[in-house]
Protein backbone atom coordinates (compact mmCIF):
# COMPACT_ATOMS: atom_id res chain seq x y z
CA UNK A 1 0.00 0.00 0.00
CA UNK A 2 1.37 3.36 -1.53
CA UNK A 3 0.85 6.80 0.81
CA UNK A 4 -0.69 9.57 -1.38
CA UNK A 5 -1.64 13.33 -0.71
CA UNK A 6 -4.99 13.34 0.94
CA UNK A 7 -4.45 10.07 2.66
CA UNK A 8 -5.45 10.51 6.47
CA UNK A 9 -3.44 8.59 8.79
CA UNK A 10 -4.26 8.73 12.79
CA UNK A 11 -1.80 8.87 15.96
CA UNK A 12 -2.75 6.69 18.50
CA UNK A 13 -1.39 5.69 21.83
CA UNK A 14 -2.06 3.69 24.53
CA UNK A 15 -5.51 2.95 22.61
CA UNK A 16 -7.00 6.43 22.04
CA UNK A 17 -6.59 8.51 18.94
CA UNK A 18 -4.71 11.56 19.61
CA UNK A 19 -4.92 13.35 16.47
CA UNK A 20 -5.91 13.30 12.63
CA UNK A 21 -3.23 14.08 9.45
CA UNK A 22 -3.78 14.77 6.32
CA UNK A 23 -1.18 14.31 4.36
CA UNK A 24 0.22 16.90 2.39
CA UNK A 25 2.96 16.12 0.07
CA UNK A 26 4.59 12.80 -0.34
CA UNK A 27 8.44 11.80 -1.05
CA UNK A 28 9.77 8.51 -1.54
CA UNK A 29 10.45 8.35 2.56
CA UNK A 30 8.70 10.75 4.16
CA UNK A 31 5.42 12.10 4.33
CA UNK A 32 4.28 16.29 5.29
CA UNK A 33 1.18 17.43 7.13
CA UNK A 34 0.79 20.92 7.80
CA UNK A 35 3.71 21.35 10.54
CA UNK A 36 4.58 17.61 10.69
CA UNK A 37 7.29 15.50 8.82
CA UNK A 38 6.72 11.55 8.97
CA UNK A 39 9.10 9.11 7.91
CA UNK A 40 7.60 6.26 5.82
CA UNK A 41 7.70 2.75 6.69
CA UNK A 42 6.94 -0.05 4.95
CA UNK A 43 6.81 -3.29 6.29
CA UNK A 44 4.14 -6.23 6.23
CA UNK A 45 1.58 -3.20 8.10
CA UNK A 46 1.79 0.12 6.81
CA UNK A 47 2.97 2.66 8.84
CA UNK A 48 4.88 5.98 9.93
CA UNK A 49 7.18 7.63 12.46
CA UNK A 50 7.14 11.38 12.92
CA UNK A 51 10.42 12.85 12.63
CA UNK A 52 12.15 13.69 14.37
CA UNK A 53 11.63 10.41 16.24
CA UNK A 54 11.87 9.72 19.68
CA UNK A 55 12.91 6.41 21.00
CA UNK A 56 10.55 6.39 23.55
CA UNK A 57 7.64 7.62 22.09
CA UNK A 58 4.35 5.14 22.51
CA UNK A 59 2.41 6.99 19.51
CA UNK A 60 2.42 4.99 16.29
CA UNK A 61 0.85 6.45 13.37
CA UNK A 62 -1.32 4.26 10.90
CA UNK A 63 -3.34 4.76 7.56
CA UNK A 64 -6.96 5.28 8.13
CA UNK A 65 -9.30 2.24 7.59
CA UNK A 66 -13.04 1.90 8.22
CA UNK A 67 -12.63 0.73 11.86
CA UNK A 68 -10.29 3.66 12.75
CA UNK A 69 -12.55 5.83 11.08
CA UNK A 70 -15.71 4.58 13.42
CA UNK A 71 -13.10 4.79 16.48
CA UNK A 72 -12.19 8.39 16.15
CA UNK A 73 -16.04 9.04 15.93
CA UNK A 74 -16.98 7.69 18.69
CA UNK A 75 -14.58 9.10 20.57
CA UNK A 76 -14.89 12.54 19.56
CA UNK A 77 -18.49 12.10 19.99
CA UNK A 78 -17.71 10.46 23.73
CA UNK A 79 -15.66 13.32 24.72
CA UNK A 80 -18.09 16.12 23.49
CA UNK A 81 -20.99 14.49 25.57
CA UNK A 82 -18.91 13.85 28.36
CA UNK A 83 -17.72 17.48 28.41
CA UNK A 84 -21.09 19.07 27.91
CA UNK A 85 -23.20 20.90 30.78
CA UNK A 86 -26.32 19.29 30.72
CA UNK A 87 -27.79 22.30 32.96
CA UNK A 88 -28.17 24.58 29.58
CA UNK A 89 -30.66 22.12 27.93
CA UNK A 90 -34.62 22.80 28.35
CA UNK A 91 -36.53 20.08 29.64
CA UNK A 92 -38.01 19.24 26.30
CA UNK A 93 -34.44 18.38 25.39
CA UNK A 94 -33.61 16.51 28.32
CA UNK A 95 -36.39 14.30 28.28
CA UNK A 96 -35.48 13.90 25.12
CA UNK A 97 -31.93 12.15 25.79
CA UNK A 98 -33.74 10.45 29.00
CA UNK A 99 -36.02 8.57 26.27
CA UNK A 100 -33.11 7.39 24.72
CA UNK A 101 -30.69 6.16 28.21
CA UNK A 102 -33.82 4.60 29.40
CA UNK A 103 -33.48 1.32 27.86
CA UNK A 104 -30.24 0.81 27.96
CA UNK A 105 -30.45 0.56 32.03
Given at each position: ??????????????????????IDRVTKTLAFSWEDKFKIETHSNWHCEEVPFTRWSTTYYCLETPELK????????????????????DTKSLQEIESILSPLK
Open positions: MELKVWDIIYAESHGKILRRHKEKYTRQRIIYKIQNFDLAEL
